[in-house]
Structure formats: structure tokens, C-alpha cells
């Protein structure tokens, strides 16, 4: 079983950033793929950004040049960068992680473990 918390979501104007981390427990990271998801309110839970084992980053189009997702292995964490923050941003962002299948690296669907999720609101 793996146990994620994440944590440094916050309240930010547009055009700000914020670094948000997910720290892992239970079993090593290094052999999984980890995903950042979003979900605003009344809207389904949206992908924004993978990275698989090998470090390989995967972006939804929607954040491309703007979100970073990164990892440290040694820490057992994964990030989430967030630069030119806008109020469509604003959302409960999850962290997931699944043993690395080589695929559906942005599909919500295919990980098998979540944490709790940290706020990001951006106001305008």
C-alpha cells in the first residue's frame, strides 16, 4: 500500500506561482508512475501531468508550458511547479501513483492509489 500526502496548495493571485509536493509512504516510488490531477468544482477530475519511472513528463495540453512535474526519487516525492497561474486553475489537485505499465500515464482511471488533495484558488 502506498500513502500520499500532498501539500502546498494555497491562495494566489493570477500570474503567481506555487510548488506543490507529494510525499509518499509505504513503498519506493521508483518503480511507479506518478500523476497530478484536478478537479474544479461541478467538473469531473481532469489530468494535468505525469511522469513515469524513468523520469519521462507527460503534460494535458491545457498546462503545457506552464505546469512542471518533477520527482526525487531519494525523497520519495513528486512536484508539481505551477508558474502564470490563472483562475481556471483554481482546483483540489491530487497526486496518484500506480506501478509503471508503460501506458495511461494521464488516465485518472488506471492509478490505484490517491491522497487527499491540497486547494489551489487563484484569484483574478
Known amino acids: 500500500q502506498v500513502q500520499l500526502v500532498e501539500s502546498g496548495g494555497g491562495v494566489v493571485q493570477a500570474g503567481g506561482s506555487l510548488r506543490l509536493s507529494c510525499s509518499a509512504s509505504g513503498d519506493t516510488l521508483r518503480t511507479y508512475a506518478l500523476g497530478w490531477f484536478r478537479q474544479a468544482p461541478g467538473k469531473e477530475r481532469d489530468p494535468v501531468a505525469a511522469i513515469d519511472q524513468w523520469s519521462a513528463t507527460y503534460y494535458a495540453d491545457s498546462v503545457k508550458g506552464r505546469f512542471t512535474i518533477s520527482k526525487d526519487n531519494d525523497k520519495n516525492t513528486v512536484y508539481l511547479q505551477i508558474h502564470s497561474l490563472k483562475p481556471e486553475d483554481t482546483a483540489l489537485y491530487y497526486c496518484?501513483?500506480?506501478?509503471?505499465?508503460?501506458?495511461?500515464?494521464?488516465?485518472?482511471?488506471?492509478?490505484?492509489?490517491w491522497g487527499q488533495g491540497t486547494q489551489v484558488t487563484v484569484s483574478s
Open positions: 496518484a501513483a500506480k506501478l509503471d505499465s508503460g501506458t495511461y500515464y494521464l488516465v485518472g482511471r488506471h492509478y490505484d492509489y
